[in-house]
């Protein structure tokens, strides 16, 4: 298979560029080009705001070619496989590849505790209540990969770093709480990382459509907010990035394919647009021909071998539940359409699906440093 991630310039080596200004150790290669830029202009603050669902490709759809977002784009680069946040914003977190952290996707087969959890909640697929499976919380907390780059400037204790959610323990309120913390964290004294998690536009994205007026509207904010923002920072460096695109969809649900569903030993995971099927033993040949006769059109199918020996979830360390959870095939879509299954949620727009809207996010660098 063709694996259109650029796992040498993609978010995780972006994480990594930032552990190694904070003296932090990288399991992957950095970006020179940003390492050249934070050792030139050395600033006291970093600053990384994460926009999810705000692809390269939306930007270019909605905003003009001088606004701040578009001039200030350094490139574009590609997100993690697949492009998703569980996935994507871990890599940020974290500088570790999905096969590292073990962090595949929204939903995932925990073979242990034989149980398939929407990964964020800790909650089984399909409760929309997201209560947390006790045996998921351990699960995740032996297994998964996710001390995070500002968890370990912390651990250090040369430096500080702030994370900044609309949810947790201590959450930012809105908008203007999440910049009005960013700019008060950046007049304090010391060197700084802070990581700041917007969950818009992908939440509109997701119940309206990525190319609605609302979506757009959100993202004119976020470019105008930032600009004022950025007008009052002084010695910081500020990237903007996302951890995905989007896509409108057309949505298929299997229990339609009863003879599909016959295959399969459990529930489908991972995406309804990267989904995995675990499938009967005594049925693969029969999945197969089912799979290229009803959905060949709109996604490819690749066995377990196939996607192990590609790399497509990175390099580096395999997560020990990494083969386990991902399944017998991995199906990804190429069109507009989703496969969803048992608690799979209706949705207008959806992403981890291999189209360039979906896997290019704007790397976008504010150098508010004092120049010349």
Request: aromatic share 10%.
């Amino acid at each position: 298979m063709i694996v259109k991630n650029n796992y040498n310039e993609c978010l995780t080596n972006l994480a990594c560029s930032i552990r190694k200004y904070f003296g932090l150790d990288c399991k992957h290669n950095t970006l020179s080009y940003i390492d050249s830029l934070l050792e030139e202009y050395k600033p006291v603050n970093v600053v990384t705001v994460l926009c999810d669902g705000m692809g390269s490709n939306i930007l270019d759809r909605t905003l003009d070619k001088d606004s701040f977002f578009i001039k200030n784009r350094m490139k574009s680069i590609t997100t993690v496989f697949p492009a998703t946040t569980v996935a994507a914003t871990t890599s940020m977190m974290t500088g570790l590849n999905p096969v590292e952290s073990g962090m595949l996707g929204w939903d995932m087969y925990f073979k242990e505790i034989d149980r398939t959890i929407t990964t964020f909640m800790c909650s089984d697929k399909g409760d929309f209540t997201f209560t947390p499976v006790k045996e998921a919380v351990e699960f995740e907390k032996k297994h998964m990969k996710t001390r995070s780059v500002m968890d370990e400037i912390n651990e250090k204790g040369i430096d500080k770093a702030y994370t900044l959610f609309p949810f947790g323990p201590d959450p930012y309120r809105d908008l203007d709480d999440m910049l009005r913390i960013i700019e008060e964290k950046c007049s304090e004294e010391g060197k700084k990382y802070i990581y700041a998690y917007d969950t818009e536009p992908d939440t509109t994205m997701h119940e309206i459509g990525c190319d609605s007026a609302e979506a757009g509207k959100l993202i004119i904010e976020l470019n105008d907010r930032l600009e004022q923002l950025c007008e009052r920072l002084e010695n910081t460096i500020v990237f903007v990035v996302a951890d995905h695109g989007h896509k409108n969809v057309i949505n298929i649900d299997l229990k339609e394919y009863p003879d599909v569903v016959d295959c399969l030993v459990r529930n489908t995971s991972l995406e309804p647009r990267a989904v995995n099927f675990f499938v009967k033993a005594e049925k693969t040949g029969k999945f197969e021909h089912l799979f290229e006769k009803y959905f060949s059109k709109d996604f490819d199918l690749y066995p377990k071998d196939e996607i192990i020996s590609s790399e497509l979830f990175g390099d580096g360390e395999e997560n020990e539940i990494f083969r386990d959870s991902l399944g017998d095939y991995l199906a990804i879509a190429k069109t507009d359409k989703t496969l969803l299954y048992i608690g799979s949620e209706v949705l207008k727009s959806q992403h981890a699906g291999y189209t360039d809207d979906e896997i290019y996010v704007p790397l976008i660098v504010i150098n508010k440093c004092r120049e010349y």
